[in-house]
């Protein structure tokens, strides 16, 4: 110890090979429990965005579930990320119906001002719901301000807008996947 | 000599973090809005400070002046990222909803007041129980705050408890009346409720010297 304290350098760079090594131990051990409640959370929120308890979710890849009901598809979730937020990725879930309607989305990751910009989360505003029953062709996907469909929320334009815009992209995606997710979810109940 | 009594007392009141040397505001406005999470980052907060000062105060002799700042900084923010993997392991609901705070914690002046002007100067047991009383003093400000502004801003006490507590949890929730006092959620609601706060504390004080 007293050696030690001569030379600074040599004591930090020891401090900080106990912190890491702590560090990534716990996170060694913690890691596949970590990503287990991941999942369950994941799961949660999707039953969420459905609203309807009886159908059946099941995954398809890590960003792809579809949800089925007495046998039949009864439509697709599927992540969608936007990098267009005020700070930094937004992430979120969205279900659509198989004829391209949405039936939900919800933001499970974002880094968006507290107080402000996270009024895109279900637990803090029900502005997410704006998109509940929205398709491609019925209205025009932007803010009302810029001449669209939706009304932002007061603060948080930057983050109302990189919304729309991704929940459009994901709809377009969808529309382009659809025959290819039903192939996929088809053979993966034989 | 400090002792165990007066650490206790200076950090639960005479030297409170919150109310009287105000330090850590960032995260007392920003989590107090309801008290599962006040008590849920008032938690981790308390046991973040009590082991990095516990872990300060047993390499303190290693610590000379040129690194001590630096050395503190790692410290705490090590001790955070690891209650961060531990909400994430054993509260993963709560950690979605508070996460973006925790990190926040290293932020916390109270952790670095407290490793510099304590830690490194005295022995591990009083470090620890300085950390731990000093957490604790920002852990009950952090509460009464939260708990006042849920029942002034959304009429509730004790809601999304379960987060912390599992299911039993839903049970606790009070809904005093339906709709509540929306400033009182938003960021000058803190202010109101921390600035009556130390004012009650104050005014308490005086009448005890008297």
């Known amino acids: 110890m007293k050696y030690l304290a001569k030379s600074p350098i ?20 913690t890691r596949s429990t970590i990503a287990e409640n991941q999942q369950t959370y994941s799961l949660k929120q999707l039953k969420a965005v459905l609203g309807d308890p009886a159908e059946n979710i099941i995954r398809l890849s890590d960003e792809l579930y579809y949800s089925e009901k007495a046998n039949r598809i009864t439509g697709f979730i599927f992540q969608q990320s936007s990098h267009e937020g005020y700070n930094g990725t937004i992430k979120s879930w969205i279900a ?5 309607v949405i039936r939900g989305v919800r933001v499970f990751e974002h880094h968006e001002t507290p107080g402000i910009g996270d009024k895109i989360e279900i637990g803090v505003s029900d ?29 948080a ?12 992209s994901g709809l377009t995606r969808a529309q382009d996947k659809a025959a290819q997710w039903t192939k996929w979810a088809e053979n993966i109940n034989d | 000599m400090t002792s165990a009594r007066e650490i206790t007392i200076e950090g639960l009141w005479t030297r409170n973090p919150a109310m009287v040397q105000l330090l850590g505001l960032c995260p007392l406005l920003a989590v107090s809005g309801t008290f599962t999470s006040a008590l849920g980052l008032g938690l981790t907060t308390l046991v973040v400070l009590t082991f990095s000062n516990l872990f300060i105060s047993l390499f303190r002799a290693l610590l000379t002046d040129s690194i001590r700042l630096p050395a503190q900084i790692m410290v705490i923010a090590s001790f955070v990222t690891l209650a961060d993997i531990l909400l994430q392991y054993w509260f993963f609901d709560l950690h979605q909803r508070i996460g973006l705070f925790v990190a926040l914690i290293v932020t916390n ?52 408890l379960h987060l912390l507590l599992g299911e039993t949890g839903r049970e606790f929730e009070i809904r005093f009346w339906d709709s509540g006092f929306l400033l009182m959620v938003l960021p000058p609601g803190a202010f109101l409720t921390l600035g009556c706060l130390i004012a009650l504390k104050n005014k308490f004080s005086m009448s005890l010297h008297e």
């Open chain 1, 157 to 168: 334009t930057i983050t109302s807008r990189a919304l729309v815009k991704s929940v459009e």
């Open chain 1, 10 to 29: 040599i004591s930090l760079v020891a401090l900080a090979a106990v912190c890491g090594t702590l560090i990534s131990t716990l996170h060694a051990v």
């Open chain 2, 109 to 160: 002046c109270t952790l670095l007041g407290r490793a510099e002007s304590f830690a490194s100067r005295n022995r591990m047991g009083y470090a620890a129980l300085d950390g731990f009383m000093m957490g604790l003093g920002f852990l009950l400000v952090l509460t009464v705050m939260g708990a006042v502004r849920e029942i002034l801003g959304q009429g509730t006490l004790f809601s999304n």
């Open chain 1, 127 to 155: 502005w997410i719901k704006l998109f509940d029953g929205k398709s491609l062709t019925d209205i025009t996907w932007s803010l009302a301000r810029d001449g669209g469909s939706f009304d932002h929320f007061s603060g």
């Open chain 1, 96 to 100: 659509v119906s198989p004829d391209h």
